[in-house]
């Protein structure tokens, strides 16, 4: 499995509030963001983490003094060097450059959401893709409208369609199903306001009759860092 950080984002809201640094970069009191990000997957740093980035402030060099504390063995670095048109465009480009294999299974993740203890359902191993779900409310988030044994029928973005929402964290069990469905979303111009979002490109796999999945987790299972509002409450 691939362990996929995005980290192309402009952070527009921290640079709104005054924040001069990438969001990934900013201390809390137990480290930086990225750091608490990757510490979630602890378990796991035996797996394949790759990171996709633009290269501004020192960012490589960050994210290998990162993951040499955390002693992850095998990191995998692709440098962006122009702005993206959403997380689905910056991970597309990124599995593109580094050639992942398209039967490589993928687990994405947030750069700004922290997930203590996160563990693979291992009952989900089998599906073809999952989205990790919390109850919630508020309509800024990626929602799932949700079927029988907890599988997902559509998935919006800023549309709630139910009151489960996306936590950030996205399983395709196979790469190739991931950039099947990029490429389509990107020939139709499906995006939420010029950006092309994750959640989104489940549709075209379940129209395929592929097994997509939700797994719902407790709000107490995750911490949020996306605004600088959430950020606050952890320096």
Known sequence: MTFVFPMAGLSSRFTQAGFTLPKYMLETKEGSVLLRVLKSFEHYKSQKFLFIYREIYNTKDFIVKTYETLNISNPLLVPLH????????????????????????????????????????????SCDGYLEVFMGFGNQWSFILPGAQNTVLKTTEKDRISSLRSSG???????????????????????????????PLYNYLIQKNKDIRYFEISKQDIIFCGTPEEYYKLI
């Open 169 to 199: 964290l996205y399983y395709f069990k196979h790469t190739g199903d991931f950039l099947d469905a990029f490429t389509f979303n990107f020939s139709q111009a499906i995006t939420h306001k010029g950006e092309y979002y994750v959640a």
């Open 82 to 125: 122009n702005t993206t048109l959403g997380q689905a465009h910056t991970i597309y480009l990124g599995l593109k450059s580094m050639g992942i294999a398209h039967d490589q299974s993928l687990l994405i993740f947030n750069i700004d959401t922290f997930r203590p203890n996160f563990q693979f359902p291992s009952n989900y191993a």
